[in-house]
């Protein structure tokens, strides 16, 4: 497996993500494995993982009010 391989499969701890909260609202994040993302449905941001790291800036976080509703 290469460095590549290694990176787009990581998975959060689930113990981490237990004590990550959304730093606008102070609510849970949501794991969104595909994108590599915490998303944080109350502010509306989704924050992006780099190489493990979750960055949790509003600096680097994207709205998702564009985004298609699932089952819509």
Known sequence: ???D?????????????????????KKPLHYDRE????????ARLAFPIRDG???LT???ARHTDDEPKKGR
């Open 53 to 55: 790291v979750p960055l």
């Open 5 to 25: 391989d290694a990176s787009s499969e990581r998975v959060i701890d689930k113990r981490l993500l237990s004590l990550l909260v959304c730093p606008v609202t």
């Open 35 to 42: 994108r590599q993302e915490l998303v944080s449905s109350a």
């Open 1 to 3: 497996m290469t460095d």
């Open 58 to 60: 509003l600096d680097a």
